[in-house]
């Protein structure tokens, strides 16, 4: 099993920026990418940006340029730098880990920007 610990969330006003941290820790082998979901109020959950454990990242189009995603192998933390941030960005945030065949969720993060 793998948990996933989220921090970073809260409110920002538009334009502003925030930084999410997601810990994995349990049986971390074989994670090989980890990523940032949202889910705004009576909407699906959408992709926000994964990365691989080479470091390759993917994000969704309305994030491009805006958001960073990283990750700390040694210390099996992800982290999604968001600048520029808008009121659309407002959702939960959750973090997850695709290790072998398994999808392990975060509890999530709530994140509102102001305008």
């Known amino acids: 099993q793998v948990q996933l610990v989220e921090s970073g969330g809260g409110l920002v006003q538009a334009g502003g920026s925030l930084r999410l941290s997601c810990a994995a820790s349990?049986?971390?082998?074989?994670?090989?990418?980890m990523g940032w979901y949202r889910q705004a109020p009576g909407k699906q959950r959408e992709l926000v940006a994964t990365?691989?454990?080479?470091?390759?990242?993917n994000y969704a189009d309305s994030v491009k340029g805006r958001f960073t995603i990283s990750r700390d192998n040694a210390r099996n933390t992800v982290y999604l730098q968001m600048n520029s941030m808008k009121p659309e960005d407002t959702a939960v945030y959750y973090c997850n880990a695709v290790q072998f065949v398994n999808n392990y969720w975060g509890q999530g993060t709530q994140v509102t920007v102001s305008s």
């Open positions: 990365i691989t454990s080479g470091g390759s990242a």
């Open positions: 349990g049986n971390i082998v074989g994670i090989r990418a």
